[in-house]
């Protein structure tokens, strides 16, 4: 069982706010990542970061950012949430060969 | 570039075997993962085979790999109520997990009738 959290789990806000999703992992983990889930159910990487102040992004453009000042926090932010944010957000970590996911944040933008 | 197909539903009896199939399409790939994700969850590791071997068993779960054809495929036996839920398949080309994310594939739903 892997120790990553993700808060909140739900969250529902309206059109120009800003937030932040966090994620936490307590096994020391060099290697991070956000996927966006979306309703099709495919997930897409859209952040990634190999350790402290490393922030790369992922395959899919976003317009969140990301931040590591720590090694076991990445959090997200949304500068300005639009109804196109609507997604599930999932952070993993990477240990060795494999990667562990949180349980996920799943953010409705009305 | 890099793609994972698999079938979006997949429905078997409770008992049966269930087997998930995937096709990836590229040859550097290193590590080949399933995931597993239930209803409002994360994803769950299941298993995992490097691209050097050609199968692997844990308990019910056989993973094949034919890395001629880029064909992945998971087998559970003995199906449970409890394998109900989406099933990934996800490529790593780098070493594994990767700094570059995973490629996964749509995700099969895993029916299980009665």
């Not at chain 1, 290697?31 to 159910?41: A, L, S």
């Not at chain 1, 976003?62 to 090694?71: A, G």
């Not at chain 2, 996964?104 to 029916?111: D, E, Q, S, V």
């Amino acid at each position: 069982e892997a120790d990553i959290y993700q808060t909140p789990r739900y969250l529902v806000i309206g059109t120009g706010k800003k937030i932040t999703l966090e994620c936490s992992q307590t096994m020391g983990h060099d290697k991070m990542y956000w996927y966006q889930q979306d309703p099709g159910m495919e997930l897409h990487l859209i952040h990634y970061s190999y350790g402290v102040n490393s922030t790369e992004k992922g395959d899919l453009s976003s317009e969140s950012t990301v931040s590591r000042i720590r090694t076991e926090h990445f959090p997200l932010t949304l500068e300005s949430a639009r109804p196109s944010h609507t997604s599930q957000y999932l952070c993993a970590s990477a240990g060795g060969d494999t990667q562990y996911f949180g349980p996920g944040t799943r953010l409705t933008v009305l | 570039g890099e793609d994972v197909e698999q079938s979006l539903f997949l429905s078997v009896r409770e008992g049966d075997s269930s087997v998930i199939n995937c096709t990836y399409t590229d040859s550097s790939s290193t590590y080949l993962y399933w995931y597993k994700q239930e209803p409002g969850a994360g994803l769950q590791l299941l298993t995992y085979i490097f691209s050097n071997m050609d199968m692997k068993q844990d308990q019910r779960l056989t993973v094949l790999l034919n890395k001629k054809d880029k064909h992945l495929s998971l087998r559970i036996a003995d199906t449970q109520t409890g394998d109900s839920a989406i099933y990934f398949c996800a490529e790593s080309i780098v070493s594994g997990g990767g700094a570059d994310g995973l490629t996964f594939g749509k995700g099969t739903h895993l029916i299980i009738q009665p």
